[in-house]
């Protein structure tokens, strides 16, 4: 099943500093985050909302120069571990109060701790194990055979000590070897180690099925090792050796697997007892792998990779369930830690010193459904049909007019998913982009025609010659793990008469040209002369005639170009996010917490991104109508928000001192309040109704055409008129389109619920593609709407009597209610004394004529035609054979046969009779045969016709062929009377004699 995701939040922390580590405190119920500088944060499990923070403080060092690596938390036992980079383990008491009290203090390492484990044994409550992976390559375990007295031997106090002292612990005096049974009451700890890797340790875990310690490092020889458990020493296995290193890991108990995600951009599945090779491996990251975590009860696995994207897989199938990405803060170098809580189905990420938290949305069965997978986009062609493409690179061709499934193409990009899809003018052909920067086009059959590759992104840096411009670099060709390219993850497609336009993971877009030439499987990519950029990634384009072109950046800002002179002719950057700190200067100066809040709510409320861009070409027609103001573009992105601009801007020079002519933004409005962001439709024929879809499921729909037309320079915040508002899916909506039919404006919707709808633009539903009842395109009868309406109107309007009696109402509404309670009466035996179709000989006359008259056929559902619905019945949906019926025989009588005895004995056939006689010498030619078999009784009338036929004709050409060999002129007639006197049968004339002719 694939999860369905609410709106991402932002959580306000008074974090300062990058956060370690996410977990759950099982008896608190709260979730406990802890950050570098030492702040400690409680977080209620039901509403994510902060409890209670503190801060750890350290008597080794100084509190500017505290810096925390990992905690464990010690559930079972109500304590806590932190690793500090001064080389020493501090244990201390967790409470809601939040009274830190150091109870142990753990020194003497050689190296500082990096990352902590800690385990007890759920029936041997004494017994427990803290695992500890150093920054020098070692690991070490701490075995605690009295964890729930005392984890450490304490000395004897007198009674005037104080009892809430520090006890300092040397890991040196503490044994190497598991205690002997006498020795067991008296030893309460001892440890194991060994250090076999090259590099840090990430990451460690104890496995109690397995007895092993897991550990890995970002070596690339020795990225895992698995150390197993034995009398006082650990058998350490061959490493598992991964390029790039091994970032994270987690253990699924029932599947008996180790999920690995390395730095080669990809997770590998092993088998604990079987290393040599893993059982799977999962590809679709294009960076490295840095956080995963099994989700048991759905048997799936989440993956987030470093350059924040959040998948998630089917561990049974090995593929890609979902795939997430865009919605969390980006930044370089931004340090994340993932941690997913199947009880809540939360699942919480941190950025740095940010927290995010995502609600699964429980799981919903028995859906109609027209993909198995999230529906990316899905468009409507001019064949009267609808494409729609999926996260596992499906696409699916189904009919307008009735929603049956005309075709599918499986796997058009090698399972990955398919991002965005457009289609030629047209509309024989469709392109599809994914995010792994190959873009193909295809016809109606299915077939690839050309593929385009962005080769991994566009680098921002300036071209070394005028070849490489902006627009154009080297053909694809495959990027090892130490290519710091950005992944061209495309986002939109847009086809331009001809080039193919593809934007979404660089500051600039990409032109392909789709023009058939001699090598036109894959085509180079176009120059384009502009130096010009935006300052952040480009998320959406927009195209008018002739040569007009607008593109839109996630931080807000919009460029206009003209395609013929490739420059850019106008910036509006009115709604454009400002300018903010870096990530490196924030980490080189922790930022207090007034900074800390207020980039928090820059995150939570960003109405800056834009997500969809379209001209009102409508308006473009009128050159002097828009330049006195009116607004020609649409916008749309985060926080709900739609704008209205004027694309007329003039520029002097430099960007940054341009002078407009008015101002540019005509007007703005929220157009769905408390959403991350939505997406939008423009009516393509006179650009009425604009649609808007968010990340809930609903959509609205809005008139505009009367809308953002003065010409004054003040910005407009009043909404448009409201058409219709819907709830259509129940997850994200991620394409929006509209076609009319039969008179109708439908609504062709795709969603992440796997389901592409159809709708009129008033709210009806005619259905979803993939059901099995075929539907009609018409408008729903009004008379059910009127009954609907006046039942609703009996149910939540209770009687007059129930409200109040008449004693209590005043004497005016009393005369009302008795003057309605009158009329109600007066006109219902009205009703019922004139009847006339009953009382009257006219009525009876007339009904009974209407009666016998034939009534008019009525248009119905056509359910009966094979052609529609041949693959439910498994009959051929076309061809001549479609209606062909084949019955099963009848029964023959059977006769029973008398079988010579010489089948069954041999020795018959083999025996010789002189006796007998030939049969020959029996036969009596001389007498007449008992019965005369006549040609006319054997063989049909037009058989012997035919072969009459066929004799004649032979003659003919024998007589033909004699003639020419004589050099006569003369052909002589079958059928001439004269001839047929003189000739005999089976004779020709030659010379004036008969000859016999050989048949």
Not at 313 to 335: E, S, T, Y
């Amino acid at each position: 099943m694939i999860p369905q995701w609410k709106d991402i939040k932002f959580l306000p922390t008074p974090h300062r500093d990058v956060i370690q580590r996410v977990a759950y405190a099982e008896k608190l119920k709260k979730y406990v985050t802890i950050s570098r500088e030492g702040v400690l944060v409680l977080w209620d499990d039901a509403t994510c909302r902060q409890y209670k923070s503190g801060r750890l403080s350290s008597e080794t060092v100084k509190q500017r120069d505290l810096w925390i690596t990992d905690f464990a938390l010690m559930n079972s036992i109500g304590k806590f571990a932190v690793a500090y980079t001064s080389k020493e383990i501090c244990i201390y008491d967790l409470n809601t109060k939040l009274n830190f009290v150091c109870q142990f203090r753990l020194q003497g390492f050689a190296t500082a701790p990096f990352c902590l484990h800690f385990w007890q044994n759920p029936v041997k409550v004494d017994k427990a194990i803290l695992t500890v992976g150093f920054t020098g390559g070692s690991l070490m375990a701490l075995n605690f055979e009295q964890a729930n007295i005392t984890l450490f031997e304490r000395p004897t106090m007198s009674a005037n000590e104080d009892k809430e002292q520090t006890f300092v612990i040397n890991v040196n005096n503490i044994k190497a070897n598991p205690p002997t049974e006498a020795a067991k009451a008296s030893c309460h700890c001892w440890l194991a180690y060994h250090s076999q890797h090259n590099e840090w340790v990430r990451e460690v875990k104890y496995i109690p099925s397995l007895d092993c310690f897991l550990s890995c490092s970002t070596s690339n020889t020795s990225s895992m090792i698995l150390a197993w458990r034995s009398v006082g020493k650990m058998k350490i296995s061959d490493p598992i050796k991964a390029m790039g290193g091994v970032n994270s890991f987690d253990f699924h108990e029932e599947l008996n697997q180790i999920a690995v995600g390395c730095g080669d951009r990809n997770v590998y599945l092993y088998n604990p007892f079987v290393i040599s090779k893993p059982v799977a491996m999962l590809r679709g990251h294009m960076s490295s792998v840095i956080q995963v975590q099994f989700n048991c009860s759905r048997g799936q696995l989440l993956s987030f990779c470093k350059d924040k994207v959040l998948r998630v897989w089917n561990v049974a199938q090995q593929i890609c369930l979902q795939r997430l990405a865009g919605m969390f803060p980006r930044g370089v170098d931004v340090i994340s830690r993932l941690f997913f809580h199947e009880e809540r189905s939360y699942l919480l990420l941190s950025f740095d010193y940010r927290l995010t938290v995502m609600e699964m949305r429980p799981e919903v069965t028995n859906r109609i459904t027209s993909h198995e997978k999230p529906v990316t986009v899905a468009a409507c062609n001019s064949f009267n049909q609808v494409i729609s493409c999926d996260t596992l690179g499906n696409a699916f061709v189904w009919m307008l007019d009735t929603g049956q499934k005309a075709k599918n193409f499986l796997s058009c990009h090698d399972g990955i998913e398919i991002s965005c899809m457009t289609q030629n003018i047209d509309g024989t052909r469709f392109y599809t982009g994914s995010p792994d920067g190959i873009i193909k086009e295809w016809d109606l059959n299915g077939v690839n025609r050309r593929q385009f590759f962005v080769a991994g992104g566009i680098s921002s840096s300036k071209p070394s010659n005028k070849s490489e411009s902006k627009f154009s670099r080297a053909n694809f060709q495959s990027r090892n793990i130490n290519d710091k390219a950005k992944p061209a993850d495309i986002q939109q497609l847009l086809f331009l008469k001809r080039h193919i336009c593809a934007v979404g993971w660089e500051k600039t877009m990409c032109l392909f040209k789709t023009a058939d030439d001699g090598d036109s499987f894959r085509p180079k990519k176009e120059d384009f002369r502009s130096t010009e950029m935006h300052s952040e990634d480009v998320m959406a384009i927009a195209f008018v005639k002739p040569i007009t072109l607008a593109t839109g950046s996630i931080d807000g800002e919009i460029m206009i170009w003209n395609l013929n002179s490739e420059n850019c002719i106008g910036v509006l950057d009115e709604r454009k996010r400002p300018p903010a700190e870096t990530d490196e200067s924030i980490n080189e100066s922790r930022p207090t917490s007034k900074h800390s809040n207020k980039i928090g709510i820059v995150d939570e409320v960003d109405t800056y991104s834009i997500t969809r861009m379209c001209f009102i070409e409508s308006r473009m027609e009128n050159k002097i109508q828009i330049a006195s103001g009116v607004a020609n573009l649409i916008s749309c992105g985060s926080g709900g928000w739609v704008r209205f601009w004027n694309t007329i801007v003039k520029r002097n020079g430099n960007r940054k001192s341009q002078s407009q002519c008015c101002n540019p933004l005509k007007a703005e409005f929220c157009a769905h309040p408390e959403v991350a962001s939505i997406i939008m439709y423009l009516e393509p024929r006179e650009n009425v109704y604009l649609v808007t879809g968010d990340t809930d499921g609903f959509l609205k729909v809005w008139t505009i055409s009367d809308y953002a037309r003065r010409t004054d320079d003040i910005t407009h915040k009043e909404p448009p008129e409201l058409y219709s508002q819907m709830q259509l899916h129940e997850d994200v909506i991620t394409s929006i389109d509209m076609v009319k039919r039969n008179e109708i404006w439908l609504l062709c919707t795709a969603s992440a619920d796997c389901t592409v709808k159809l709708s009129g633009i008033e709210g009806f539903v005619i259905g979803i593609f993939g059901q099995e009842e075929l539907w009609k395109i018409q408008r729903p009868p009004p008379e059910e709407e009127i009954i609907e309406d006046e039942a609703s109107e009996e149910v939540t309007q209770p009687s007059p009597e129930v409200i109040a009696p008449e004693e209590e109402l005043p004497e005016e509404l009393k005369v009302k209610a008795v003057d309605k309670h009158i009329r109600q009466d007066s006109e219902h035996e009205a009703e019922k004394r004139y009847d006339i179709w009953k009382a009257s000989r006219l009525g009876t006359g007339y009904s009974e004529n209407r009666v016998s008259k034939r009534q008019r056929r009525q248009p119905t559902k056509i359910v009966n035609l094979p052609y529609l619905f041949g693959e439910m019945i498994g009959k051929p949906s076309f061809g001549p054979h479609y209606s062909l019926e084949t019955k099963d025989l009848f029964d023959v009588e059977r006769v029973k046969v008398t079988k010579p005895s010489s089948i069954y004995d041999m020795r018959l056939l083999m025996k010789e009779d002189t006796n007998l006689a030939p049969v020959w010498e029996n036969l009596d030619i001389s007498k007449a045969p008992i019965e005369v078999i006549d040609e006319r009784s054997l063989f049909t009338k037009e058989i012997l016709e035919r072969e009459a036929m066929m004799k004649a004709r032979q003659l003919e050409d024998l007589l033909n062929d004699a003639k020419q060999r004589q050099g006569s002129d003369s052909i002589v007639p079958m059928k001439s009377k004269r001839r047929a006197s003189v000739m005999k049968p089976g004779h020709f004339n030659r010379g004036g004699g008969t000859h016999p002719i050989n048949l």
